[in-house]
């Protein structure tokens, strides 16, 4: 049984029983990393990424018995369409990052269905111990690194603050010493005026480290600068 194993683990051809072998081990390393986008209510979950993982071993597949059937097919590169599975796999993920307002969302997920792609593509070229070894550091670095993000003295809520001014002229620096006096991290930001309505918006991006920030961070910049109307957080 163990040589029968071993013999068909280390077959380069695709044959019936090592591309029973490949799908149904991509169908299983799909299923544990979608599984765990899936119990953080992502988009691109169990699923998605099953099918992510499955496809891309299949197309890798193909991309061997290609050559191997047609040996005299003088456009048969084994690394052809899997090198179009990578280029392919950009635009997926660019549909499970979103933008607005100065805050982008997705990355994570991003990355994740690229990872799971080349994990397939590892499984189609028979690559099964750097396929599992992949997905088990995707894992690593999808359950147990998040621990030592929320660690850092970088870390917290990402939040957008949008904060209304009854002037065109608001004194930026000001309020921006104001949030870091709150221990609050501020990034980007975008500023529109109303000249007409005589209001101006400033959109930022700040960290929290704790959810009483917001308050007490929304009473001093009401105190500390008068023509504050509006402030709101949004995740």
């Given at each position: 049984?163990?040589?029968?194993?071993n013999e068909?683990l280390?077959?380069?051809?695709?044959?019936?029983?090592?591309?029973?072998l490949?799908?149904?081990?991509?169908?299983?390393l799909?299923i544990?990393?979608?599984?765990?986008?899936?119990?953080?209510?992502?988009?691109?979950?169990l699923?998605?990424?099953?099918?992510?993982v499955?496809?891309s071993t299949?197309?890798?597949?193909?991309?061997?018995?290609?050559?191997?059937?047609?040996?005299?097919?003088?456009?048969?590169d084994?690394?052809?369409?899997?090198a179009?599975?990578?280029?392919?796999?950009?635009f997926?993920?660019?549909?499970?990052?979103?933008?607005?307002?100065?805050?982008?969302q997705g990355?994570?997920?991003?990355a994740?269905i690229w990872?799971?792609?080349?994990?397939?593509?590892?499984?189609?070229?028979?690559?099964y111990?750097?396929?599992?070894l992949?997905?088990?550091?995707?894992?690593f670095?999808?359950?147990?690194m998040e621990?030592?993000?929320?660690?850092?003295?970088i870390s917290?809520?990402?939040?957008?603050?949008t904060?209304?001014?009854?002037?065109?002229?608001?004194?930026?620096?000001?309020?921006?010493?104001?949030?870091?006096?709150n221990?609050?991290?501020?990034?980007n930001?975008?500023?529109?005026?109303d000249?007409?309505?005589?209001?101006?918006?400033?959109?930022?991006?700040?960290?929290?480290?704790?959810?009483?920030?917001?308050?007490?961070?929304?009473?001093?910049?009401?105190?500390k600068?008068?023509?504050?109307k509006?402030i709101?957080?949004?995740a």
């Amino acid at each position: 049984m163990v040589e029968w194993l071993n013999e068909i683990l280390s077959d380069t051809t695709i044959n019936p029983t090592t591309a029973v072998l490949k799908m149904s081990l991509s169908l299983v390393l799909g299923i544990i990393i979608g599984a765990e986008r899936q119990m953080r209510r992502r988009d691109a979950g169990l699923r998605t990424f099953t099918l992510i993982v499955m496809g891309s071993t299949c197309a890798m597949l193909l991309s061997i018995w290609i050559p191997q059937i047609y040996p005299n097919f003088l456009n048969g590169d084994p690394g052809r369409i899997a090198a179009q599975v990578i280029t392919g796999i950009g635009f997926l993920g660019a549909g499970a990052i979103m933008q607005g307002k100065g805050s982008i969302q997705g990355l994570t997920t991003a990355a994740s269905i690229w990872q799971a792609a080349v994990i397939g593509l590892a499984v189609g070229a028979g690559l099964y111990l750097v396929a599992i070894l992949a997905t088990g550091i995707t894992l690593f670095v999808l359950i147990v690194m998040e621990y030592f993000e929320h660690g850092l003295v970088i870390s917290g809520a990402n939040r957008i603050m949008t904060i209304t001014f009854s002037t065109t002229d608001p004194d930026i620096e000001l309020i921006k010493s104001v949030i870091e006096e709150n221990k609050v991290q501020t990034g980007n930001y975008t500023f529109s005026a109303d000249f007409d309505k005589n209001e101006s918006v400033i959109v930022l991006k700040v960290t929290l480290k704790q959810a009483m920030h917001q308050i007490s961070l929304s009473k001093d910049l009401h105190n500390k600068i008068p023509y504050v109307k509006s402030i709101s957080l949004v995740a």
